[in-house]
């Protein structure tokens, strides 16, 4: 399947495809699902998830290709496997979250980028700063407090989940 967007459907593209597995023994998780609206990937340990850009289409299917940064011109192999596609829903979290906090999305990106491996992420309440802890590539123990933003917050809290 040949497919045609811009700059933003290849942000969201790539975005949803950096969760896809590389593990060869699960190859339909080597792509991307779109079904009802959304796209996205899981690896077994996280899941992205958007709605899908216009650039897909009503096509519903698992595909692989690689999309270009920049407005883009692909081509999408539709994974036909006789496994399918787990189902995501029985793993997203019920119920009303403890609390939530807002971070700003590039300061949490900065701090994450030089941890190694696990970080321990400890929430003392929702106007509290958050704490992370772990260690560097070379072993060096690192420490972050990460303000939660106050009076910032989106006017619409509602938290977006696929179907």
């Not at 045609?4 to 790539?14: C, F, P």
């Not at 793993?91 to 701090?111: R, S, T, Y």
């Not at 509290?128 to 809290?157: A, C, F, T, W």
């Amino acid at each position: 399947m040949i497919i045609k967007g811009d700059k933003h459907e290849s942000a969201l593209i790539r975005w949803v495809q950096k969760a896809r597995s590389k593990d060869c023994m699960r190859p339909v998780l080597k792509g991307m699902l779109v079904r009802d609206g959304n796209i996205l990937a899981c690896d077994g340990f996280r899941i992205h998830a958007a709605p899908t850009p216009s650039a897909l289409g009503d096509c519903d299917g698992v595909y692989q290709g690689k999309v270009s940064a920049g407005d883009f011109i692909a081509e999408l192999e539709e994974i036909c496997e006789a496994t399918p596609y787990p189902d995501y829903a029985v793993i997203m979290p019920d119920g009303e979250p403890e609390f939530q906090i807002n971070v700003d999305p590039k300061f949490l990106a900065e701090a994450l980028s030089g941890f190694d491996s696990n970080v321990l992420l400890r929430f003392f309440g929702k106007t509290r700063p958050m704490e992370v802890s772990g260690e560097s590539k070379d072993g060096q123990r690192l420490y972050v407090i990460l303000m939660p933003l106050h009076g910032r917050e989106k006017e619409n809290n509602e938290v977006w989940r696929p179907e």
